[in-house]
């Protein structure tokens, strides 16, 4: 199965500033998923990114608030912006157990995520 | 829209016990079901997965059942230890492959 690192592993931000959380998988992917955990909470998909095009974000997500970029299929990013003390989470990246090369059937891995507080 | 349940929310137990925890799903038409594993403020590690056409997966303690008719999977944790109390998670893959539904977890404490 894919391994992923993922960076930061945590930060603490001041409100009003954004900040970029990196995921590099070690295999092309054809999909890489953001999610969102909030304190003593299960997991939420912020989006679907999928190299070469526009991420696709779920409901209660928007682009303007969660940009992401994927510009290969090994690498992805999601920035929290303009952060308030209500985006302290766990983000988390994903990927399937489908591959660019072919199926995996692995099931999902996730990295390590990491811990965002914002004071 | 597929919901995942898990119960019980939290569970504690002395060393040594055998015991399970449970998950269910309403919508049947799942690809795979995946049970993992997330320590305090961490990743997730996955323990288990399970195909919609098998019924149960094994890994040295742990062994996982799935019952698709009745929307039901079971995590079995056999001989508990201090070093298995974390936060246990189910999820289930629908058939298309791009929606992974989580369930609110079971907080698993196992005490020496």
């Known amino acids: 199965s894919a391994v992923i690192s993922q960076k930061p592993s945590r930060d603490i931000c001041q409100r009003g500033t954004s900040l970029t959380i990196q995921c590099q998988v070690d295999?092309?992917?054809?999909?890489m998923f953001w999610y969102r955990q909030q304190p003593g909470q299960s997991l939420t998909l912020i989006a679907t990114?999928?190299?070469?095009?526009?991420?696709?974000?779920e409901s209660g997500f928007v682009i303007d608030k969660f940009p992401i970029s994927r510009p290969n299929l090994t690498f992805s990013t999601l920035t929290v912006s303009n952060m308030s003390p209500e985006d302290s989470s766990i983000y988390l990246c994903?990927?399937?157990?489908?591959?660019?090369?072919?199926?995996?059937?692995?099931?999902?891995?996730f990295g390590s995520g990491t811990r965002l507080t914002v004071v | 829209k597929q919901e995942v349940t898990q119960i019980p929310a939290a569970l504690s137990v002395p060393e040594g016990e055998n015991l399970v925890l449970n998950c269910s799903f309403t919508?049947?038409?799942?690809?795979?079901l995946q049970w993992f594993r997330q320590d305090p403020g961490k990743g997730l590690t996955s323990l288990l997965l399970?195909?919609?056409?098998?019924r149960e997966q094994t890994s040295g303690r742990l062994n996982a059942s799935l019952d698709k008719s009745s929307g039901r999977s079971t995590l079995y944790i056999a001989a508990s230890q201090p070093g298995d109390s974390a936060t246990y998670l189910c999820?289930?893959?629908?058939?298309?492959?791009?929606?992974?539904?989580f369930g609110g977890g079971t907080r698993l404490m196992v005490k020496p």
């Open positions: 399970i195909q919609s056409s098998q």
């Open positions: 994903s990927v399937d157990g489908q591959g660019a090369l072919g199926p995996l059937n692995y099931g999902y891995t």
């Open positions: 919508d049947s038409a799942i690809y795979n």
């Open positions: 990114a999928n190299q070469g095009s526009e991420a696709t974000y």
């Open positions: 999820a289930a893959l629908n058939n298309a492959g791009n929606m992974l539904t």
């Open positions: 295999s092309q992917v054809t999909m």
